[in-house]
């Protein structure tokens, strides 16, 4: 009796040969992300480094104008670990996260689209910049004031904020990143017969992206200074909300923690979710530095 081949169309298929390099393949990538992981994390002594020279500064503040001007970073400390123990704080941190990130969501999504549109054409680049030079031009509490009587003292005036003053920064970066393409490379890629989406790709991005993580960093970090400004002068609940109480009481170490928080905030923003992000799509950047040499 004979077994036919799988190759014949009978028997019994045999196992893919290329399971075990699928395996290898995937145990590798795991091994790589690790490695960077590891890699980003050591990165991030030096910026404690300069944190903890902020801390140094800070204490010498203190030291000079005593408690009531500047309290202490441990005395700031305890009165931070005090509130984590009480429900406001999840209340308020949790009212300014979603205002500042939907906030930022919308701007950076707006800024972007609108900036690449531009980007591509010379007639819609000429027709935005004077109108996103209006909007940058006009200082955030104006936006504050003006959302306030459109939406009273509700999230929506913070959120509002939020986008028309980061909008601008966005939209600049995605119009630079897309401005400044090598056309050159775009029409090679289009004499090989690639799609607009292709070259868009493989060309565009690579360097758009590079304008656009910036960008959404500055974007980001004005989105939370911007929603806490306008829950202060709002009255509408949130960290700003929290810090109008403890500025009527002249709770000094409870101003400072509150501050502590929305800086730790705005760290988390940029070093815990865009900076890896942006390590790793930019992957490609370490691939001419020297052996050893890491950013």
Same mark, same amino acid.
């Given at each position: +009796?004979?077994?036919? /081949?799988?190759?014949?169309?009978? =028997?019994?298929?045999?196992? #893919? ?11 590798? +990538?795991?091994?790589?992300? *690790?490695?960077?992981?590891?890699? $980003? ?14 801390? *140094?500064?800070?204490?010498? &503040?203190?030291?000079? $104008? ?32 979603? #205002?500042?990130?939907? &906030?930022?969501?919308?701007? *950076?999504?707006? =800024?972007?689209?609108? =900036?690449?549109? %531009?980007? $591509? ?30 939406? =009273? ?11 028309? *003053?980061?909008?601008?920064? /966005? ?9 400044? #393409? ?11 017969? %690639? ?15 590079? $304008? ?16 806490? +400004? ?7 609940? &949130? ?57």
């Amino acid at each position: +009796m004979t077994v036919s /081949s799988p190759s014949e169309g009978g =028997g019994v298929p045999a196992s #893919r040969p290329d399971a075990p390099g699928r395996l290898a393949s995937a145990g590798r +990538m795991l091994v790589d992300a *690790a490695e960077w992981f590891g890699r $980003y994390i050591w990165s991030g002594w030096v910026g404690l480094a300069g944190l903890l020279c902020l801390a *140094a500064a800070w204490q010498a &503040g203190h030291e000079i $104008y005593g408690s009531f001007i500047l309290p202490a970073p441990l005395e700031t400390i305890q009165v931070l670990l005090g509130l984590l123990q009480g429900p406001e704080l999840a209340r308020a941190a949790s009212e300014t996260a979603w #205002r500042a990130l939907t &906030g930022f969501l919308l701007a *950076a999504g707006i =800024g972007t689209l609108a =900036g690449a549109i %531009a980007g $591509y054409s010379f007639a819609a680049m000429r027709i935005m910049r004077p109108i996103v030079t209006v909007i940058l031009g006009v200082p955030p509490i104006a936006w504050i004031v003006l959302a306030l009587i459109w939406f =009273g003292s509700s999230g929506g005036a913070a959120v509002l904020t939020v986008v028309l *003053a980061s909008f601008p920064i /966005s939209f600049a970066g995605a119009l630079e990143g897309v401005a400044t #393409r090598d056309r050159a490379l775009d029409a090679m890629a289009r004499s090989f017969g %690639a799609s607009a989406l292709t070259r868009f790709r493989s060309v565009t991005l690579p360097h758009l992206l590079s $304008y656009l993580f910036p960008a959404w960093t500055t974007t980001i970090g004005s989105a939370w200074k911007v929603t806490v +400004m306008a829950e202060l002068l709002s009255n509408s609940g &949130g960290i700003g909300g929290e810090l109008a109480t403890a500025r009527a009481l002249f709770d000094i170490p409870l101003v400072m923690a509150w501050i502590v928080l929305v800086v730790a905030f705005a760290l988390i923003s940029e070093y815990g979710v865009l900076n890896p992000i942006r390590e790793m799509t930019e992957r490609w950047r370490s691939a001419g530095l020297p052996w050893g040499v890491k950013r």
